[in-house]
């Protein structure tokens, strides 16, 4: 109004998912309206409040001396220190804020929320807030204004498809493939999933995304399979693939298409995935698996672990986290956990696939805890299809070509 400088906070929820899966949906709006109040409260009248959505608040600010927009972020982080109570339960709240200010930062709306995204983001780790500066750009991840080149992305083949093998403990033999989407980026290089898968399931496109994966991956299993390296291919799904009703008959038309067969197949699914709506989840779940398409639950043992549950859920494996596995050596709760986590899955009768196997060290262990099989760099990174090929055929991981491979 005044044509002064202005400075934008952005305000992210610490871990709001969790609270919202664990408490439900109706008390994480009920949290959700408290902390508009208590932001209404440490405010100005004039002062600019808005929920972008989900758990992300702005507030715009007019702004007289640079100090001001710091004072401001911790006088918002103090109004949300005291615990909240919901239906006589009490919440504590981490957030992270991000503040970018016009005109140093930026000139127009979009420049703006982009900026203090991207400090909010190099804060997420510890907390706090945070006020944008140029050298968080190459750690970012691609965020709101690279969006637009994600689709783009997926609609012109930039992206590829790195495979890690999955390597049977008893054989010490490759026995599935695990599917790593990358961003071939004209401009920042090779962009890895961590910077643009959680975006593209904020956004929904991570339903063109995964049926491009879904396609690429399985096109190049038929291909391993006619130069006689019978191999399957897992993918990762996320949550909003799961929920959405039309991915089965999606991903059934692309197998029909190129003459994918199932049981080269598997989906990777995380726990939370399934628990953030397990209707829907295991309804598609079902379906898929009545095509034939196999289920290993990803990344297991970080959030829910609800053992109970497990054994309810109609899936083929179970993945152990890395963070886990890595620290077993040292760590004795996570040895402990990695026991009877093997345990457990076989007295369920499924099969238990280990990630993060960094040495040999690792690999004698699982091996004597009985473990299925094993994904890590102490085998072989994720490297790109070519690559593999050669893998397959040279390593002492590798597989034993078919001396008939079928046409
Ligand atoms: P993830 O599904 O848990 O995949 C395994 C990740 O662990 C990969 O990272 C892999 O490179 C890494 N890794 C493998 N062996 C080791 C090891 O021995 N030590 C350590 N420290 N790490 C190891 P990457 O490729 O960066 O993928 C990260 C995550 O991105 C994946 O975690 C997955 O959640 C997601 N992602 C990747 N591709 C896709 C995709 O096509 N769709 C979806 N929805 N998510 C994907
Ligand atoms: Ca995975
Ligand atoms: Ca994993």
Same mark, same amino acid.
């Given at each position: 109004?005044?044509?002064?400088?202005?400075?934008?906070?952005?305000?992210?929820?610490?871990?709001?998912?969790?609270?919202?899966?664990?408490?439900?949906?109706?008390?994480?709006?009920?949290?959700?309206?408290?902390?508009?109040?208590?932001?209404?409260?440490?405010?100005?009248?004039?002062?600019?409040?808005?929920?972008?959505?989900?758990?992300?608040?702005?507030?715009?600010?007019?702004?007289?001396?640079?100090?001001? =927009?710091?004072?401001?972020?911790?006088?918002?982080?103090?109004?949300?220190?005291?615990?909240?109570?919901?239906?006589?339960?009490?919440?504590?709240?981490?957030?992270?804020?991000?503040?970018?200010?016009?005109?140093?930062?930026?000139?127009?709306?979009?420049?703006?929320?982009?900026?203090?995204?991207? =400090?909010?983001?190099?804060?997420?780790?510890?907390?706090?807030?945070?006020?944008?500066?140029?050298?968080?750009?190459?750690?970012?991840?691609?965020?709101? =204004?690279?969006?637009?080149?994600?689709?783009?992305? #997926?609609?012109?083949?930039?992206?590829?498809?790195?495979?890690?093998?999955?390597?049977?403990?008893?054989?010490?033999?490759?026995?599935?493939?695990?599917?790593?989407?990358r961003w071939k980026h004209p401009g920042r290089?090779?962009?890895?999933?961590?910077?643009?898968?959680?975006?593209?399931?904020?956004?929904?496109?991570?339903?063109?995304?995964?049926?491009?994966?879904?396609?690429?991956?399985?096109?190049?299993?038929?291909?391993?399979?006619?130069?006689?390296?019978?191999?399957?291919?897992?993918?990762?799904?996320?949550?909003?693939?799961?929920?959405?009703?039309?991915?089965?008959?999606?991903?059934?038309?692309?197998? =029909?298409?190129?003459?994918?067969?199932?049981?080269?197949?598997?989906?990777?699914?995380?726990?939370?995935? #399934?628990?953030?709506?397990?209707?829907?989840?295991?309804?598609?779940?079902?379906?898929?698996?009545?095509?034939?398409?196999?289920f290993a639950i990803d990344d297991f043992g970080?959030?829910?672990?609800?053992?109970?549950?497990?054994?309810?859920?109609?899936?083929?494996? #179970?993945?152990?986290?890395?963070?886990?596995?890595?620290?077993?050596?040292?760590?004795?709760?996570?040895?402990?956990?990695?026991?009877?986590?093997?345990?457990?899955?076989?007295?369920?009768?499924?099969?238990?696939?280990?990630?993060?196997?960094?040495?040999?060290?690792?690999?004698?262990?699982?091996?004597?805890?009985?473990?299925?099989?094993?994904?890590?760099?102490?085998?072989?990174?994720?490297?790109?299809?070519?690559?593999?090929?050669?893998?397959?055929?040279?390593?002492?991981?590798?597989?034993?070509?078919?001396?008939?491979?079928?046409?």
């Amino acid at each position: 109004r005044e044509e002064k400088s202005l400075a934008l906070l952005l305000m992210d929820i610490d871990r709001f998912k969790e609270i919202n899966d664990t408490l439900g949906h109706h008390r994480g709006d009920l949290l959700l309206r408290q902390i508009g109040l208590r932001l209404k409260d440490s405010l100005h009248e004039h002062d600019v409040i808005a929920r972008l959505g989900g758990d992300e608040f702005a507030v715009l600010l007019p702004l007289a001396e640079s100090q001001h =927009a710091t004072r401001m972020a911790g006088k918002i982080m103090k109004a949300l220190e005291p615990p909240f109570e919901i239906e006589g339960l009490p919440i504590l709240l981490e957030v992270s804020i991000g503040i970018a200010v016009s005109p140093d930062h930026g000139s127009t709306p979009e420049s703006l929320l982009q900026r203090a995204d991207i =400090a909010m983001y190099a804060i997420k780790q510890t907390g706090g807030y945070n006020i944008y500066n140029a050298k968080h750009d190459q750690y970012s991840p691609i965020r709101l =204004a690279l969006l637009g080149e994600l689709r783009h992305a #997926i609609e012109h083949d930039e992206l590829v498809l790195n495979y890690q093998p999955m390597i049977s403990v008893k054989t010490g033999r490759a026995i599935g493939m695990e599917a790593l989407v990358r961003w071939k980026h004209p401009g920042r290089g090779m962009v890895p999933p961590d910077q643009f898968i959680g975006p593209a399931e904020r956004t929904g496109l991570i339903k063109p995304l995964t049926l491009w994966v879904f396609n690429t991956a399985q096109r190049q299993c038929l291909d391993w399979h006619g130069a006689g390296l019978g191999i399957p291919v897992s993918i990762n799904l996320s949550a909003r693939n799961l929920h959405d009703p039309l991915l089965p008959d999606q991903l059934a038309e692309l197998m =029909a298409a190129c003459g994918g067969a199932p049981d080269r197949l598997e989906l990777e699914i995380t726990e939370s995935a #399934i628990m953030a709506d397990p209707v829907r989840a295991l309804d598609a779940i079902n379906r898929l698996r009545a095509m034939g398409i196999r289920f290993a639950i990803d990344d297991f043992g970080v959030g829910y672990s609800s053992l109970a549950y497990l054994q309810r859920l109609p899936v083929d494996s #179970i993945k152990i986290d890395k963070s886990f596995v890595i620290n077993m050596a040292q760590n004795q709760n996570d040895a402990v956990i990695v026991r009877s986590t093997i345990d457990l899955v076989h007295n369920l009768g499924l099969k238990v696939v280990a990630e993060g196997v960094e040495n040999k060290d690792l690999w004698d262990r699982l091996s004597a805890l009985g473990c299925d099989t094993a994904q890590g760099y102490y085998m072989s990174r994720p490297m790109p299809a070519e690559e593999l090929t050669r893998w397959l055929t040279e390593s002492p991981w590798g597989i034993k070509k078919d001396p008939n491979p079928p046409n």
